[in-house]
């Protein structure tokens, strides 16, 4: 049986890795739902990997002259680690063909970015990674503002969210990017969604994303404790309300097709997961936005429609 | 050894070659274009085991190059103006992840107005960025100066990004008879590239470019990358000679030509030397006893060898060819720096030339010298100067002239 036919290893949680891969005391705040998704990626991945990151604030992981990784690592800049991740890819190839290290001392290429980056301004040496077919996987913890600068608004904010930039009584006027779908439509080798308060999916994701080569994506929520307005202790029981409204869908797409992998059916209404977070105190006091309400609830139950 | 007739962009593509590079990040931009289109012709013809790969912009190609670089193989790369100006972030980050590889700039004035030709602006902006900086006369030198770039880059004790810079179209489309070095020596003298401890390797975690808190380890490291540049000079040197024992041509830090009992010098890099010893010669011919002063190396700035060059001459007549917007010649200010409470320091005299192109002739150095002498005799250095006619003027302002009517008619 070759390594990618191989069943996953991972059905219930007792089967994932806790070899505590990643280092803990860095200088991220608690309740971080993008280090926790990273977290569990890390333990799947392993250390045979080389992280490219963009400006973020994952970026501080490493601070001199301490690392949480067991890995490798490489800051580049905001705007082009997946060139980053090509450089090293390229290189590692290079060495090998020539004969100048053995085989054995590939690593996996992983970047590692915020949505900001992503879907702003990395976004063009993003697609460009694609369009190479770069052999690499794109992690991207999307907690869905500029973070690491105070949470103003990227283009991956969600519709009415309050931010550091949208202070309004609407908040964020636009609609949240679907990073997702730029992908797909671009046909990278893999895509899929994640988040930290689904292991076993991620876990299962994130194996079967190593096994593959080319360009993949795994996208995964990261509720934001001080970003969102939340007690860090919830930042887990956020994530679950996000898939369980239908807000956040679990998603694949391989070979042409984009799945559900978790259903959660009734879905919850969506006011749910809104009235715990600060960000969208707004559509509840002082008084109920019902349009407001409507729109992301029939915005939501479209995007599910979309998807089996 | 060859002697063939090379464009100063093929120079540049055989300099590489002769390197043995691995590795060629490209993304386009005129004038730079065939030095990239040379390279992968030969890599399309396995003459050249290198890879090439085209990014979306110049800020991902430095981006790749300083990866690669750092993971261990030979990188080259090369752009021009605005692609240096779009990657300039990535210089920074580049030189600061130590990265050593060839970066080849063929100068071209900075829009805005947009103009496809050149002047020092572009590179003269990445300047304070960590790269070494060298600068070619002539198509021979562009191809020296990579071979000298990389055996200074990579040193052990230097680990720091080299920029080759050439003019665009008087050098990189100019054809003048070059020597090519026979492989087998170039091959020894560049060596082979040792990317050291650092490199991205299963067996050897490492983490590169992480971020520091406070100014203490930030001032470690940039002063670490200063003393490091400092060095380049002595490793540079060094090669230099090298070279020089096994091909006869030297290619110092400093050139001086008729320099030692000149009363008048010129100040200058790049191809405009080649007229100004035409100036020189023709000086001398009507009994000025004129000289040249010319850096190749730029960054580290060869201070010593200025000042030692200089000493003793009654003027020099800097000709930049760019403009600090707001302050003059950014040649002038840093002889005038380098220079600065020297005892017997020569007067300088600023004179701003061959902006988008724009031609610096013989006749024109001679009266400038002309010029510095004169303020030498009154102890006064004159305001800078842009060197720029009446007829010029009127030239410009004709056709707006012309336009305005056509649209008025
Ligand atoms: C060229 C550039 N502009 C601005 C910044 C400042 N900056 C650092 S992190 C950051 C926010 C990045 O947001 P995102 O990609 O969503 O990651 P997050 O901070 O949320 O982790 C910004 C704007 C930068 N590092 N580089
Ligand atoms: S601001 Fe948000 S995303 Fe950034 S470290 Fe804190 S919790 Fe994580």
Redesign the interface.
């Given at each position: 049986m070759s390594d990618a036919d191989e069943p996953t290893r991972y059905r219930r949680m007792q089967d994932l890795p806790s070899t505590h891969l990643l280092g803990s005391g860095t200088s991220l705040c608690a309740g971080c739902g993008g280090l926790g998704a990273f977290r569990e990626l890390y333990e799947v991945l392993g250390e045979r990997t080389v992280v490219v990151n963009a400006a973020g604030c994952m970026s501080l992981l490493a601070t001199h002259p301490f690392t949480p990784f067991r890995g490798s690592w490489l800051y580049s800049a905001m705007a082009s680690a997946p060139a980053g991740a090509q450089g090293v890819r390229d290189a590692l190839d290079i060495l090998i063909a020539k004969r100048r290290i053995p085989a054995d001392e590939d690593l996996d290429v992983v970047v590692l970015t915020g949505d900001g980056a992503a879907s702003g301004m990395g976004l063009s040496a993003t697609s460009a990674a694609i369009d190479r077919g770069l052999d690499f996987i794109y992690l991207c913890y999307d907690n869905e503002g500029y973070g690491n600068t105070g949470q103003q608004s990227s283009a991956s904010t969600p519709h009415g969210a309050r931010t550091a930039t949208d202070r309004g009584p609407r908040g964020y006027p636009g609609v949240k990017k679907d990073l997702f779908a730029l992908w797909v439509a671009n046909r990278p080798a893999y895509a899929a969604t994640i988040i930290a308060a689904e292991p076993v999916d991620l876990a299962r994701k994130v194996e079967k994303a190593k096994r593959m080569k080319g360009p993949r994506l795994l996208l995964a929520l990261a509720p934001c404790p001080p970003g969102w307005g939340f007690d860090p202790k919830d930042s887990i029981e956020i994530g679950r309300l996000a898939v369980r409204t239908g807000v956040w869908p679990l998603l694949e797409y391989a070979d042409g097709r984009v799945v559900r992998t978790k259903h959660y059916e009734p879905r919850l209404p969506v006011e749910r997961y809104l009235e715990r977070q600060r960000r969208f105190a707004h559509l509840f006091e002082p008084r109920r936005d019902e349009q407001t309400l409507a729109a992301i609830q029939t915005a939501v139950d479209e995007a599910c429609a979309r998807v089996t | 050894m060859s002697r063939v007739l090379l464009s100063g962009n093929a120079a540049i593509a055989w300099g590489a070659r002769l390197a043995g590079v691995?590795?060629v990040?490209a993304f386009p931009i005129t004038p730079q274009t065939e030095i990239i289109e040379t390279l992968a012709g030969w890599i399309g013809s396995n003459e050249l085991?290198a890879?090439t790969?085209?990014?979306?912009?110049e800020?991902?190609?430095l981006?790749?190059?300083?990866?690669?670089?750092?993971?261990?193989?030979r990188v080259f790369t090369a752009t021009s103006s605005q692609g240096l100006l779009y990657a300039m972030?990535?210089l920074y980050?580049v030189a600061g992840?130590r990265a050593p590889f060839v970066l080849v700039n063929v100068s071209r004035a900075v829009a805005a107005p947009v103009t496809l030709h050149s002047d020092h602006g572009d590179v003269l902006a990445a300047r304070d960025s960590g790269f070494l900086q060298l600068h070619a006369a002539t198509c021979q030198e562009a191809l020296d100066l990579v071979l000298l770039g990389y055996r200074t880059a990579e040193h052990p004790d230097v680990r720091l990004p080299a920029l080759v810079n050439l003019d665009g179209f008087l050098l990189s489309f100019t054809r003048e008879p070059v020597e090519l070095p026979d492989p087998e020596l170039a091959r020894r003298f560049v060596g082979a590239f040792e990317p050291g401890a650092s490199a991205?390797?299963?067996?050897r975690?490492?983490?590169?470019?992480?971020?520091?808190?406070g100014g203490g380890?930030y001032s470690y490291f940039r002063y670490e990358m200063h003393r490091a540049s400092e060095h380049a000079g002595t490793v540079f040197a060094d090669a230099a000679i090298e070279l020089e024992a096994a091909t006869g041509r030297a290619n110092d830090a400093v050139e001086c030509y008729r320099s030692d009992d000149a009363e008048v010098v010129f100040f200058l890099i790049g191809s405009l030397s080649t007229t100004a010893k035409d100036a020189v010669d023709r000086l001398r011919e009507s009994g000025t006893r004129a000289g040249l002063v010319r850096p190749r190396l730029l960054r580290p700035f060869p201070t010593a060898a200025l000042r030692s060059a200089l000493h003793g001459r009654r003027a020099v007549a800097v000709v930049d060819q760019d403009l600090s917007i707001g302050s003059g010649g950014v040649l002038h200010a840093e002889l005038a720096g380098a220079l600065h409470g020297q005892a017997g320091a020569p007067l300088l005299a600023s004179f701003i030339g061959g902006l988008g192109g724009r031609r610096v002739g013989v006749d024109e150095l001679c009266s400038i010298s002309g010029e510095a002498l004169e303020a030498a005799s009154a102890g006064r250095p004159p305001a800078p100067r842009l060197l720029y006619t009446e007829a010029e003027l009127r030239e410009v302002r004709k056709l707006q002239a012309i336009a305005h009517e056509e649209r008025h008619r």
């Open positions: - | 691995d590795y990040p085991d890879r790969v085209m990014f979306e912009s800020h991902s190609m981006t790749a190059a300083g990866a690669a670089a750092s993971t261990g193989v972030e990535m980050s992840w991205f390797r299963a067996s975690p490492v983490s590169q470019a992480v971020a520091v808190l380890p």
